[in-house]
């Protein structure tokens, strides 16, 4: 027997002992096929060669995933290529492929890494802060605006994409009531990528799940963390927030005081109750935000048309009255 059979006699028999979730697919000189399973989307096949002059020569690893980002893949083509140098003389196979398989446990990230370079290039800018922990699974990002900053950590779970993304908001100068709001956001937007909705609409295509992370990533920063310090009230026009957090109206009947609705656009409280009370009401008011028009929908202001046509004609008959006594009295 040859050194190659030889080796691939053993491999067929030590390789499931040794490598949890392998499976052979093939195993014969001229090819070596072996499934690795984590979980249904860390699945991949090792494809091994032997060169003319094996073991001195090194043996050349290839890597097929359906699943799996190609730039990843092609990361640990090269690690391979790097263990197998170090194996020169010896016997390759089973080595490399459980240093596939321990590559894949110790890379929680492996299932994200395309949308992890996303979110580096698109969201991340020079005063940002990205700390990725591979071993964890973890990503913390710090998203500074102004005088602003806002951290939060996102874990990726090991079933992931079908397991959806968590975040942990850990510090952010916003007020309680957007951070309560961001961490409930997130969790409906993760939530949404890996499960059908609850009345899917007629004629829907069939739901298919998608991966979570960069989703939850670009409503933090782009939808809350970037905009809110920045966001002017679409009445006014003045920014909503003032410059430095430490002098956000925490009251909640003061003028200033931040109101974010439904649509996720803030205003003034004064600027909003003003609006909401002015007519016309038919058809409900309109969010005056660039593009937005969707209907006000506030707790605070949630008032039926007539009621709200009741109170302004109440209002404007007491203002006449008013106007009438000031001519009266000539003051
Ligand atoms: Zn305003
Ligand atoms: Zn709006």
């Given at each position: ?12 028999k030590?390789?499931a002992?040794?490598v ?68 020169l ?5 089973l ?99 890996v ?48 410059d ?27 600027c ?60």
């Open positions: 027997m040859s050194i190659i059979e030889e080796e691939l006699s053993r491999f067929r030590d390789v002992e040794h949890p979730g392998s499976e052979v697919v093939c195993c014969v000189r001229s090819s070596v096929q072996v499934r690795l399973r984590r979980t249904d989307f860390k699945t991949l096949v090792v494809q091994a060669q032997f060169p003319a002059d094996y073991p001195a020569g090194r043996i050349v690893v290839e890597l097929k995933s359906k699943t799996i980002p190609t730039k990843f893949l092609d990361g640990l083509v090269s690690a391979c290529d790097a263990e197998t140098k170090k194996l003389g010896q016997k390759q196979l080595p490399v492929v459980k240093f596939v398989r321990a590559f894949m446990d110790e890379n929680p990230l492996m299932a994200c890494s395309d949308e992890l370079s996303h979110i580096r290039k698109d969201l991340v800018r020079p005063s940002d802060e990205i700390k990725v922990n591979r071993k964890a699974g973890t990503i913390v990002m710090r998203v500074v605006e102004g005088n602003y900053a806002t951290q939060f950590k996102l874990i990726v779970p090991d079933n992931y994409p079908a397991d959806p993304v968590k975040m942990e908001l850990k510090t952010s100068s916003l007020p309680s009531e957007f951070q309560v709001y961001m961490a409930g956001q997130s969790e409906e937007l993760a939530r949404q990528c499960q059908p909705p609850l009345r899917p609409k007629p004629r829907a295509p069939p739901f298919t799940p998608a991966p979570s992370l960069r989703r939850v990533a670009t409503f933090l920063v782009m939808e809350c963390a970037r905009v809110y310090p920045m966001t002017c009230c679409p009445l006014c026009k003045a920014r909503c927030f003032p430095d957090p430490a002098r956000i109206v925490e009251d909640l009947e003061d003028a200033q005081h931040i109101e974010r609705i439904l649509c996720n656009h803030l205003y003034h409280r004064k909003l109750d003003d609006y909401m009370k002015t007519p016309p009401f038919k058809g409900g008011k309109k969010c005056k935000a660039k593009g937005c028009e969707q209907r006000i929908f506030h707790e605070r202001w949630n008032v039926s048309e007539k009621l709200a046509e009741d109170r302004w004609a109440h209002q404007e008959a007491k203002r006449r009255e008013i106007d009438e006594v000031v001519e009266f009295l000539g003051v």
